[in-house]
């Protein structure tokens, strides 16, 4: 079974909007982290929050973690164009490796 | 500093052909991670290596598929007998830990007619 599951799995908006997913998971972890996808691309390493922390910023993007209710969401405020891609949220495994979710598939409409 | 390096980029191939992709992590990460991608299953975790030592290779389909990495600079996935159903793009990634930041390659866009 999938360790993160975003939320929604896809969402679209209007440029200047901002979009927030949502990512929630099983067990216990170290860290959470988000990734984007463009199409055709690689995953490109967003942001890491640890779970020590409750909130985390990074330019235009705000990721929050919750774990007593074992969730974490991604805003991106003021979308643009070039925020178009898929979002994953990654959590580490008792295991020790990282889990990728199913995405969340953003469009920003010009 | 150069990311991950893949070749092929992308490969054609017919099925029941032998095939190899390569992967060059970042220089000084010890952990490598190969990933396949496709629109039914997203993205699926095959293997990854720890010091150039496999770790969990529960991720790889069956025995068709093998990885190795001889040293801490390359690693190799390799498909033999290939099928059709292997069309998919497969990534490389490395990081410092197991757990930490993720640095994926561009992928190898893989086509098995």
């Known amino acids: 079974s999938q360790q993160g599951e975003e939320d929604p799995q896809a969402l679209s908006i209007q440029e200047g909007e901002n979009a927030t997913m949502n990512c929630s998971y099983k067990t216990s972890i170290n860290n959470l982290q988000w990734y984007r996808q463009n199409s055709g691309r690689g995953l490109v390493h967003l942001i890491l929050i640890r779970s020590n922390e409750r909130e985390k910023h990074s330019g235009r993007l705000r990721v929050t973690l919750d774990t007593s209710k074992k969730s974490s969401s991604l805003l991106i405020t003021a979308s643009r164009a070039a925020d178009t891609a898929s979002y994953f949220c990654a959590t580490d495994d008792q295991g020790g490796k990282l889990i990728f979710g199913q995405g969340t598939e953003l469009s920003v409409k010009p | 500093d150069a990311g991950v390096i893949q070749s092929p980029r992308h490969e054609v191939t017919e099925m029941g052909q032998e095939v190899t992709l390569r992967c060059k992590p970042i220089?000084?990460?010890?952990?490598l991670f190969w990933y396949r991608q496709t629109m039914m299953r997203g993205l699926e975790l095959l293997i990854y290596?720890?010091?150039?030592?496999?770790?969990?290779d529960s991720g790889m389909p069956e025995d068709r598929f093998s990885a190795k990495m001889p040293n801490a600079s390359f690693s190799t996935l390799k498909i033999q007998p290939s099928e059709p159903r292997d069309s998919a793009v497969y990534f490389c990634?490395?990081?410092?830990?197991?757990?930490?930041?993720?640095?994926f390659g561009p992928g190898t866009r893989l086509t098995v007619l």
């Open positions: 290596f720890n010091n150039n030592v496999p770790i969990d």
């Open positions: 220089s000084g990460h010890n952990s």
């Open positions: 990634a490395s990081s410092l830990g197991e757990t930490d930041t993720q640095y």
